[in-house]
């Protein structure tokens, strides 16, 4: 009876001090990916493949108990607790990760995804993202009292392996995600200007030899001058998508009349925005945009009233890290951005990236907790 009453008042305990608006956010959010997985991706991904109707829809809601599950228990944690299981995590991420050249599974000219025995494919960098900004973040705030630049030094050796074999997989993508992430912490811990624009730059210049002088990286040059000069090249995806959210005008053709799911191979996961624009209309993408800003804004609000430093270097980067994807989710939908094949936060179809996110958002929940 005794053991009941600690949990009710351990549980009552963490509703009490939880900012409800985030997780109300959050929950939304993960509610509107199932239900679009359910009434327009889902469908027309199971045919393509001749599965059971609701293979991707079942499995979709399974990852997103798995993700409230990871949300809960991060967001529960004392702070302690929390910075030390980011970093056993994020050393065992960075192992997988590291093992992905060699071992992992190729996937249209790409290793990012690795099996292990029993367990579902994953994306080590999805997994290990949370952990990274964690990490860099506790890195950043180590020379507050000593020497601040040898804590930019250090940053920068935690988060170069994790470009380097990125690069190796190849994944551009993830690596410009991580490395602006990277130069948004290091600014806002106080980065002398001169410094700041001249890592910038290098960076800036070495992605560009990578994609322009690199043979291994031919195909993201492609995909740039295609998006540059659409006669150079193909851009049947992008213009697919574009042609659906057009299509779709404000209020949509309506549940299961979009034709997108059809036409391109990824709907579900890299064209989600404008699969549901096609078929909900563009007012509602608008609404998911719009959540996606009053997330940050919530956050941000955090933020300003915050007074740990290490919290508020952590809770900048994880915002930083899903509005610089949703962003270029939705450019690469509306053709504003080049092909990536990056998902879209809490809605997109993927395991991976949906338990990412959860962790994520239960660190934001942990960290932005009334205090007592």
């Known amino acids: 009876m ?73 967001s529960i944690l004392n702070h302690k607790q929390l910075y030390d299981l980011s970093r056993i995590l994020f050393f065992i991420f960075f192992l997988l990760l590291v093992l992905v050249p060699f071992i992992g599974v190729e996937v249209k000219g790409s290793k990012r995804w690795i099996d292990i025995f029993f367990l579902p494919r994953i994306q080590p960098i999805e997994l290990l993202k949370p952990f990274l900004i964690i990490v860099i973040s506790l890195a950043l705030t180590l020379g507050e009292h000593r020497n601040k630049y040898l804590s930019y030094i250090l940053s920068l050796f935690i988060i170069s392996p994790v470009i380097l074999f990125l690069i190796m997989q190849p994944d551009i993508g993830q690596s410009i995600l991580i490395l602006l992430t990277w130069l948004i912490l290091i600014f806002i811990s106080g980065i002398n200007l001169f410094i700041f624009f001249s890592l910038f730059f290098i960076l800036i210049g070495s992605t560009s030899y990578l994609i322009f002088f690199i043979p291994k990286f031919e195909y993201i040059k492609s995909r740039i001058f295609s998006f540059l000069d659409p006669s150079s ?26 034709t997108l799911n059809n036409r391109i191979p990824e709907a579900h996961t890299d064209y989600i925005v404008s699969v549901i624009s096609e078929e909900f209309g563009i007012m509602i993408v608008i609404a998911i945009i719009l959540i996606f800003i009053f997330f940050a804004f919530q956050v941000i609000k955090k933020i300003s009233i915050e007074k740990e430093n290490k919290i508020k270097l952590i809770l900048m980067g994880l915002i930083s890290l899903l509005i610089l994807q949703t962003f270029v989710h939705v450019g690469v939908n509306i053709r ?9 936060p809490f809605l997109s179809y993927g395991g991976s990236s949906i338990i990412s996110n959860s962790i994520l958002a239960g660190i934001i929940l942990n960290l932005t907790r009334r205090k007592v």
């Open 2 to 74: 005794q053991n009941k009453e600690e949990y009710f008042n351990y549980f009552y305990g963490w509703w009490k001090n939880i900012d409800k608006s985030i997780l109300f956010i959050v929950l939304s959010l993960f509610f509107l990916g199932l239900f679009f997985s359910l009434v327009s991706t889902s469908l027309i991904a199971s045919d393509k493949l001749q599965t059971n109707s609701y293979y991707f829809f079942i499995k979709h809601f399974i990852f997103v108990i798995i993700g409230l599950f990871c949300l809960f228990s991060f």
């Open 233 to 258: 090249g193909n851009i049947y995806q992008s213009e697919k998508a574009s042609e659906a959210i057009i299509g779709g005008g404000f209020f949509g053709k309506g549940v299961g009349e979009g």
């Open 336 to 344: 504003i951005l080049p092909t990536t094949g990056m998902t879209l």
